[in-house]
């Protein structure tokens, strides 16, 4: 089944914690990002991803980093979560160049609560 | 800076009615404009989307609208449903080259009264 899987779903943590939530996919896609979701807000990017080892910066990027070193992963670290982090996250691929649609695969969700 | 606009933000509607949701852009380099929905704690999926080659696309009950010199693009609901509840959001984005990356409207949470 084609899927996005998000890991964790649910997380309570305490500022300052480092943690990660991890992303994969197994469609092959090239494209890979995070999004935020908060209420009044909708989904806000975080961090994008167009190929292995190619990352770039979305609309929310402070206080996040991300890596793909595989094409199917594509981590989100938070180094030192606060507060304001607290959120929904969700993670998203889509296939890009030969065969695309513009269609966007999201994961579950994370809630990240930081205390 | 919001490119894709969306209103109104909340809606309630009776089953059976029309639910009807609006969405303007900006970025006329844009060629893909797809509608997502998103039930409590899921994530979004793709409902309907339409090339900007068309005027309108309708699969069962959903219908886009899309007027390209006003830049604008609406989701129409026919005989809406309990089970449409959810989230609405829609996107706009290119297919290929660049501005592949989407850019989501802030999202219509929609509730259909039995």
């Known amino acids: 089944e084609a899927q996005v899987t998000q890991n964790p779903r649910y997380l309570i943590t305490v500022t300052g914690k480092k943690l990660t939530v991890t992303c994969s996919q197994n469609?092959?896609?090239?494209?890979m990002s995070w999004y935020r979701q908060d209420p009044g807000l909708g989904l806000r990017q975080i961090y994008y991803s167009m190929n292995v080892e190619v990352t770039d910066k979305g609309d929310v990027p402070e206080g996040y980093k991300v890596s793909r070193k595989e094409k199917r992963n594509f981590p989100l670290i938070l180094e030192s979560p606060s507060p304001n982090q607290t959120s929904l996250y969700f993670c998203a691929s889509r296939v890009l160049g030969q065969g695309a649609t513009g269609e966007l695969f999201f994961g579950e969700g994370s809630r990240l609560t930081v205390l | 800076q919001q490119q894709v606009k969306q209103s109104p933000q909340s809606l309630i509607v009776q089953k059976g009615g029309i639910s009807i949701i609006n969405c303007a852009y900006e970025n006329t380099a844009f060629d893909y404009f797809p509608w997502y929905q998103q039930f409590p704690g899921k994530g979004p999926a793709l409902l309907i989307a339409?090339?900007?080659?068309?005027s309108e696309k309708k699969e069962g009950r959903f219908t886009i609208s899309f007027n390209k010199s006003a830049k604008q693009f609406s989701l129409h609901i026919m005989d809406s449903q309990p089970g449409d509840s959810a989230t609405y959001f829609c996107a706009a984005s290119k297919v290929a080259g660049g501005s592949y990356i989407p850019t989501f409207g802030r999202g219509t949470s929609l509730i259909v009264h039995p």
């Open positions: 469609m092959n896609h090239e494209y």
């Open positions: 339409i090339r900007p080659d068309v």
